[in-house]
Every structure is written in structure tokens, then in C-alpha cells.
């Protein structure tokens, strides 16, 4: 699975939209990216993907260039309960040789500020 | 749909001793995951299995280690002899073969 590079955190102020950047410059042309979220002490869990077209659900927005070499996760208006750290995730896709398991990188600490 | 759940939530115990986690993967799920977690490595893919059959588990740090999935509702971690540096967080998860993977709250287990 390619790679991705995300910096280590960032704030944003409740009520601000919150861009998380993600770098995937080696990905294959059949690879999702992939967005979780990990909030203190409990499970990650799941919150978007995408293969090449931008994505929006009841969580966020996921922006994909058109190269497909880095994404951004948009939180429209984020919240407190929004601080967690954000993980970006290149994975093949099902079926593939090189299996489908997710691997975590460090991801992007995000602390939402009232 | 009760989500994946694992047990204990908590445990704790002595250098050398057998540790047993277990997990129940969502029902219908065919794909189950094995993660620990810790301040210094971050969340590491352990081993998973698709339709009960163990593909990949190079992440399985030593023989200590050993994972089975007798049924398509259950899954064993197992550490025997149990290490303090074993000490972490682990988690299971399940997903339908290539859909979004569904986490349970993790087993955090210390051993002293």
C-alpha cells in the first residue's frame, strides 16, 4: 500500500471548518483513500472514502486532486466532540493480492478550541 | 446491531502468565483484524483473517503471539508467556470483504 504523510496536528476554532491535508504521492490507480478518526480511548472509526471523485456524507467532505496524489478531509463546522486524531489511508482494493487491511500511520492530532 | 464487542475491556496481569482476549465481530462480517496500540508504535495491524482463514500475519511481533478464528463469530489473541512490553491497547475489527472496518473499544492490558 503507498504511503501517506499528514502533519501532526492542528487547531481549529468550533465553528471554523477544519481542513485535514494528507500526501499520497505513490498511490496506485485502483487504491481508496480512506479517512478515520480516533477520539480518546475508544476505537477509530470510520468517516469517509473515496476512489478518485470527491465525496461528501452526514460526517465530512473528502476533496481528492485530480492527480490523486493528496486529499483534504473537510469538517464543515467542527465541535468540540471533533477533536480526535485524523487518519488518511491509501488501501487496495478488495480482492487485491496485497489484502485490504487498513495501516495506520501516526495521523493528525486535531484539537477543536471553543 | 450490538457493534464489535471484545472482552475484557480490562486486564491486568503478571509477567508469564497466559492472556486470553477474545472478540465477537458483527454478525455477517466476513474480514476480522487484530491491531495493538501503544504511545511509541502507534496503531499496528497484527494479523487478519478473511472467512476464518488467517492471510496475513506478518505484524505478529513473536511466537508468544498465536490469533484463531474457530467460527465466523469469534477470534482469540493469545500471548503465552506474557511480557511487560506486551502491555497496550488491543483491538479488534470486523468488516464485510472490502467495505469500511468496524472497531470494537479495545482491550487494555497491562502486565506487571
Known amino acids: 500500500d503507498a504511503k501517506t504523510t499528514q502533519p501532526p496536528s492542528m487547531d481549529c476554532a468550533e465553528g471554523r471548518a477544519a481542513n485535514l491535508p494528507c500526501n499520497h504521492s505513490?498511490?496506485?490507480?485502483?487504491?481508496?483513500v480512506y479517512w478515520y478518526r480516533q477520539i480518546h480511548s475508544q476505537g477509530p472509526q470510520y468517516i469517509i472514502h473515496?476512489?478518485?471523485n470527491n465525496e461528501t456524507n452526514e460526517m465530512a467532505s473528502l476533496i481528492i486532486t485530480e492527480d490523486r496524489k493528496s486529499s483534504t478531509l473537510i469538517l464543515p463546522h467542527a465541535t468540540l466532540r471533533d477533536t480526535a486524531v485524523y487518519y488518511c489511508?491509501?488501501?487496495?482494493?478488495?480482492?487485491?493480492?496485497?489484502?485490504?487491511?487498513?495501516?495506520f500511520g501516526k495521523g493528525t492530532s486535531l484539537l477543536v478550541t471553543p | 446491531d450490538a457493534g464489535v464487542i471484545q472482552s475484557p475491556r480490562h486486564e491486568v496481569t503478571e509477567m508469564g502468565q497466559e492472556v486470553t482476549l477474545r472478540c465477537k465481530p458483527i454478525?455477517?462480517?466476513?474480514?476480522l483484524f487484530w491491531y495493538r496500540q501503544t504511545m511509541m508504535r502507534g496503531l499496528e495491524l497484527l494479523i487478519y483473517?478473511?472467512?476464518?482463514?488467517?492471510?496475513?500475519d506478518s505484524g505478529m511481533p513473536e511466537d508468544r503471539f498465536s490469533a484463531k478464528m474457530p467460527n465466523a463469530s469469534f477470534s482469540t489473541l493469545k500471548i503465552q508467556p506474557s511480557e511487560p512490553r506486551d502491555s497496550a491497547v488491543y483491538f479488534c475489527?470486523?468488516?464485510?470483504?472490502?467495505?469500511?472496518?468496524?472497531f470494537g473499544q479495545g482491550t487494555r492490558l497491562t502486565v506487571v
Open positions: 475489527a470486523s468488516t464485510v470483504f472490502g467495505a469500511k472496518a468496524f
Open positions: 505513490t498511490i496506485s490507480g485502483n487504491e481508496y
Open positions: 473515496g476512489l478518485k
Open positions: 489511508i491509501v488501501r487496495a482494493p478488495a480482492g487485491s493480492n496485497s489484502g485490504y487491511a487498513l495501516n
Open positions: 454478525s455477517g462480517h466476513n474480514s
Open positions: 483473517f478473511n472467512n476464518n482463514v488467517p492471510i496475513d
